[in-house]
């Protein structure tokens, strides 16, 4: 016998779902039903908070996710923040309002989620972080993560770039004088957005390694935001005001593209006057690695929807899943021999 309560609750789960374009439903994992699963009819629904559409790489994670749902049948509601962390609590709320069976969500930021994360646990809603982390001393907020190692690819660009000056020396001359210079190499950062883990960690993971390398200046980190328009403002800027800079570090591809056309303008050689290291490993910077524009590539997996949907479902059933997955990425540089065979990046 329902009770009136559970027939408000699928009347109004049917309403919203008609809002939402049409979607197959679920079951938990075949042959396995939970009691959860039979009380909600044998469907699962997805509540995913996005935090906006700021570079091509967080377009096709969006892609990633609404294909791998669409897929795997399983409903999905989903919000985008347009940047803003208070849209983000909101679309968390709305979820659990509406009682979805999972909450996914890129935190834009680290900080500030503690409460609405408790107010999800407190209905009994998993929630599973993704792409970037969150700060948080009570590890019952939330089921677990899926995303990029941002320390590990700071690691890599330093790393790179370490490489790289290993074999130029002396250092080229500055445009203020003719003559080799023998003092460090001057690097700046285009970093990304403020407080986020992903800049956090980038920022964390170079340093781990060039802080403590004599041969290396940080002269400049400035945050770009991770916006191509961005990325060329500020390389405009650091042209005109830092008397030679010998390396660029970064944090996306989109900021990169702006720096290169920054570059132009002034007349400088990206990737032969300029070191340029960049994170993402879009088409468009690819492209500019096999043109030799860009020195080093370093890939940061966008395409993270179908295992999003699998923790899901996982998480529906009442199953539990790893605490941390870091995604495969890889490493694309200048003296690859195989460049031209790294196939379309499909962003
Ligand atoms: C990284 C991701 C970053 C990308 C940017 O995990 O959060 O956000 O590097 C994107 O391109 O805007």
Redesign the pocket.
């Known amino acids: 016998m329902r009770t009136r309560r559970q027939d408000y609750r699928a009347a109004a789960r049917w309403l919203v779902a008609l809002a939402f374009a049409g979607f197959a439903l679920v079951s938990c994992a075949p042959g396995k039903t939970s009691a959860k699963s039979k009380a909600k009819g044998d469907d699962i629904i997805l509540g995913f908070s996005q935090i906006g559409a ?5 377009n096709c994670n969006t892609k990633s996710v609404q294909d791998a749902a669409a897929a795997s049948g399983i409903q999905l509601l989903f919000e985008n923040a347009e940047q803003k962390q208070e849209n983000q609590i909101k679309a968390i709320r709305s979820f659990i309002a509406y009682q979805v069976d999972v909450i996914a969500f ?1 935190p834009i930021v680290s900080d500030g989620w503690d409460n609405v994360l408790r107010e999800a646990r407190d209905a009994g809603i998993p929630v599973l972080v993704t ?2 982390k969150i700060t948080t001393a009570d590890e019952t907020l939330f089921a677990g993560f899926i ?2 190692d ?1 320390d590990r690819e700071g690691i890599e660009a330093a790393q790179f770039l370490e490489d790289k000056f290993r074999a130029r020396r002396p250092l080229p001359p500055s445009r203020a004088s003719s003559r080799p210079r023998v003092g460090p190499v001057r690097v700046v950062e285009l970093s ?2 403020e407080g ?1 883990s ?1 800049a956090t960690g980038r920022a964390r993971g170079f340093r781990s390694i060039l802080g403590a390398d004599k041969d290396f200046e940080i002269v400049r980190s400035e945050s770009g935001d ?1 916006l191509r328009s961005k990325g060329y403002e500020i390389m405009l800027k650091l042209l005109d005001e830092v008397p030679h800079i010998d390396a660029l570090f970064s ?4 900021m990169t593209l702006g720096a290169l056309d920054a570059m132009r303008e002034r007349g400088i050689v990206p990737g032969q006057d300029i070191v340029i290291v960049s ?2 490993a879009e088409q468009a910077a690819i492209d500019a690695l096999k043109a030799g524009e860009v020195n080093c590539v370093i890939e ?1 997996n966008p395409k993270t929807g179908p295992s999003i949907m699998d923790l899901t479902r996982k998480l529906a059933c009442g199953q539990p899943i790893p605490r941390l997955l870091h995604v495969e990425e890889r490493v694309f540089s200048e003296g690859d021999p195989n460049l031209d065979e790294i196939p379309p990046r499909g962003y």
């Open positions: 700021e570079s091509a790489w967080r890129v792409d970037r995303g990029t941002s990304g957005t986020s992903a991770f944090h996306n591809d989109g994170i993402d940061c």
